[in-house]
T-cell receptor, first 116, second 111 residues
Framework: GAGVSQSPRYKVTKRGQDVALRCDPI?????LYWYRQALGQGPEFLTY????????KSGLPNDRFSAERPEGSISTLTIQRTEQRDSAMYRC??????????????FGPGTRLTVL | GQQLNQSPQSMFIQEGEDVSMNCTSS?????WLWYKQDPGEGPVLLIA?????ELTSNGRLTAQFGITRKDSFLNISASIPSDVGIYFC???????????FGTGTRLKVLA
């Protein structure tokens, strides 16, 4: 079946613009995670959804970052007033069960964000 | 954000050699995970470990959950060119939703 998909794959924007990154998880997956991965680093947790409920947003760097998953499927990560330091790969992952106990996460291909 | 320490950061090895890498944390985890990331792709799970002292194999890969629950090890035997990539460890604590990833070990195999 189809894996996790993300769009756009690449996004170049000017400093100060808002961007919206989309994640389409594997059908039927309850849990959805957003990560940020800087070049040469491992993924860094941003936020977690259980269905439509955002149950952990402790990794969001500041209030310019927000995420939603209104119908418990597709999720959008929004960055307002982008800054150059926001440039990174943004990855989404989904898993079948609720995330407070381990179950395998499947990662998407990511969106490469470049802020000029 | 918090990242786990992995070593070595990178390594070049000859095809056929065995590889060892490790991951350490200042925190205790209930689950340790090892992922491989190929260029342009997202991380793919290799092995999951669920209790201290556990030793688990997946083909040529063997991973161990450290006794202290603060470290984990991954070994690759008889490396082949397709083992090239970045290997990440990750830790998870039950009752939380956050996964903490390591800084990665970049493996290059010389044919």
């Amino acid at each position: 079946g189809a894996g996790v998909s993300q769009s756009p794959r690449y996004k170049v924007t000017k400093r100060g613009q808002d961007v919206a990154l989309r994640c389409d998880p594997i059908s039927g997956h309850v849990s959805l995670y957003w990560y940020r991965q800087a070049l040469g680093q491992g993924p860094e947790f941003l936020t977690y959804f259980n269905y439509e409920a955002q149950q952990d947003k402790s990794g969001l760097p500041n209030d310019r970052f927000s995420a939603e998953r209104p119908e418990g499927s597709i999720s959008t990560l929004t960055i307002q007033r982008t800054e150059q330091r926001d440039s990174a790969m943004y990855r989404c992952a989904s898993s079948y069960r609720t995330g407070d106990s381990y179950n395998e996460q499947f990662f998407g291909p990511g969106t490469r964000l470049t802020v000029l | 954000g918090q990242q786990l320490n992995q070593s070595p950061q990178s390594m070049f090895i000859q095809e056929g050699e065995d590889v060892s890498m490790n991951c350490t944390s200042s925190s205790i985890f209930n689950t340790w995970l090892w992922y491989k990331q190929d260029p342009g792709e997202g991380p793919v799970l290799l092995i999951a470990l669920y209790k201290a002292g556990e030793l688990t194999s997946n083909g040529r890969l063997t991973a161990q959950f450290g006794i202290t629950r603060k470290d984990s090890f991954l070994n690759i035997s008889a490396s082949i060119p397709s083992d090239v990539g970045i290997y990440f460890c990750a830790g998870h604590t039950s009752g939380t939703y956050k996964y903490i990833f390591g800084t990665g070990t970049r493996l290059k195999v010389l044919a």
